[in-house]
């Protein structure tokens, strides 16, 4: 691609945002014009997976082009090699200036992974969950991860990922109004990759007050509600077990699903105000927009909260690419692509060469042609590894969904006719030939055996990192804690 030819990127990275809470993916409760917009000037994807339903692993994995058995990060405790490229290192090299604002969840002393400006640190510090101090968030302690308190304290009120995210959009508007000034004063000015890192829609399910009331009484109950039983899979008894969710009551459900779209509501009035900044300065024209998810939420369906399984509420992102003029406007598309995917067309429009051991494949082709063909593999893989011994893969293949349990049985289904993951045709002899083919996609370039050895030697470092971190103290290469209210956690009474 020719250098005029170049745009701007502007990537927005938010946190646990399930594709279907969305307006433009068919949510009629959920208030987001702002992306709504966005994917009425560009494409959209239904069918778009992260590589692991964790944050790290995904963040790391987007970052890099890999998948998790390639990167060696499975789990939020994993620290990347920082000898990986990242995409940051591709574009910078390609001779863009690269900014990184807000959230990157990267592990360790490299913060910038190859960003040569970043902007607002990660709340919790560069060490959390490594031995560093967890962040007092007082009456919501332990409710943003898999634990039933999170539901048990959910509803109005407010928590501090919420006011970290007003700090991250009032500096992204920041940066691209100084971004504008440069272009306004007729300097040369090259071209910028800007990303944007949101906690949002993460629990905890505590939305302000305001928001929240806009929403009560209007969230409808999950599609799908599958009581525990002992027909479950071994993996769900054991999921829902370890996180108190064998049992969830009406009232908790609704509450954490009302504040669950009104946080889907506050990030998308965010966002809208990024994108206002970007076109107020005369931008918008020359710039590639690209919003996606880490990974989903489970809010309830089958079940579930939080990420961690590989049904689509937790596995499908919102992806949507918007770039006026170049790419097609109003498009929905519906071939299987993976988040790994986007980074390597990103790549590809930036005219910056693909990381040297990227899996992710560039689609800019099929995009401008409007044509998927044949040659397009039309499949996704999603990995969860866990220190106490779950070795996990998915792949989706046109309709098909494998999710592959190391020494049980798997699921598969047939998301065709069963969108919702309720009929598991695993043991059904008609398809016996889907089940093989699919077992043999996930096993053929991926080693459980080889996977649980390493994760067990990890562990043995990631203990004496963590042994370290508590007796240096290390200082954050890029602290947040200093800033009003960034660890202000507080409920409404009503549902303390």
């Known amino acids: 691609m020719q250098n005029e030819d170049r745009p701007n990127l502007l990537f927005i990275l938010s946190d646990q945002h399930a594709q279907s809470v969305l307006g433009c993916y068919g949510d009629s409760v959920v208030e987001t014009p702002n992306l709504d917009r966005l994917a009425n000037k560009g494409v959209k994807f239904t069918s778009a997976y992260c590589t692991s339903p964790l944050c790290t692993p995904s963040r790391m994995s987007l970052l890099t ?45 490299d913060q910038h992974r190859g960003f040569a400006e970043r902007y607002i640190g990660d709340l919790g510090g560069d060490y959390l969950q490594i031995g560093g101090p967890l962040p007092d968030r007082g009456r919501l302690q332990d409710t943003s991860g898999p634990n039933r308190s999170s539901l048990h304290l959910s509803g109005p009120g407010q928590s501090g990922y919420e006011v970290y995210d007003e700090y991250v959009t009032s500096e992204a508007i ?51 509600v599958e009581p525990y039983s002992e027909s479950l899979h071994p993996f769900l008894q054991y999921w829902r077990t370890k996180c108190g969710i064998r049992d969830v009551t009406d009232e908790e459900v609704q509450r954490a699903r009302t504040a669950y779209w009104a946080l889907v ?72 692509i993976s988040t790994i995917d986007i980074v390597a067309t990103m790549l590809e429009i930036a005219g910056a060469k693909n990381m040297p051991h990227a899996d992710g494949k560039s689609f800019l082709k099929q995009l401008q042609s409007q044509r998927f063909g044949t040659e397009w593999a039309n499949e996704a893989f999603a990995e969860s590894c866990t220190d106490d011994g779950w070795y996990m893969r998915m792949v989706r293949k046109d309709a098909w969904k494998l999710n592959y349990y190391h020494g049980y049985e798997p699921q598969l289904f047939d998301l065709s006719d069963d969108p919702h993951e309720v009929s598991d045709r695993a043991s059904d002899p008609e398809v016996r030939h889907v089940r093989h083919e699919l077992e043999q996609l996930v096993l053929g370039d991926w080693d459980p055996t080889a996977v649980k050895q390493r994760m067990e030697a990890k562990h043995r470092d990631m203990s004496m990192i963590a042994n370290w971190v508590r007796a240096v103290k290390p200082a954050d290469q890029i602290p947040f804690g200093d800033a009003p209210g960034g660890e202000a956690y507080w409920l409404d009474a009503d549902h303390a």
């Open 174 to 224: 920041n940066q691209l109004n100084k971004l504008g000034n440069a272009q306004r004063s007729g300097a040369p000015v090259e071209p910028f990759c800007l990303s944007v890192g949101y906690v949002l829609p993460h629990a905890p399910y505590v939305a302000r007050t305001d928001a929240y009331r806009r929403f009560e009484n209007l969230v409808p109950q999950p599609a799908v």
């Open 265 to 336: 509501s506050n990030l998308d009035a965010m966002i809208g105000r990024v994108v206002r900044a970007l076109e107020e300065n005369n931008l918008a024209d020359k710039t590639l927009i690209v919003y996606v998810s880490d990974h989903g939420d489970s809010v309830g369906e089958n079940g579930l909260w939080w990420k961690h399984t590989f049904y689509d509420p937790s596995v499908k992102v919102p992806a949507i690419l918007s770039w006026p003029g170049r790419l097609p406007e109003g498009q929905t598309q519906e071939r299987v």
């Open 65 to 109: 082009g890999q998948h998790p058995y390639r990167n060696e990060v499975w789990t939020n405790q994993h620290i990347l090699d920082s000898s990986i490229p990242t995409f940051a290192h591709a574009l910078g090299a390609a001779g863009y200036r690269t900014i990184h604002v807000g959230r990157m969840h990267s592990l360790g002393p």
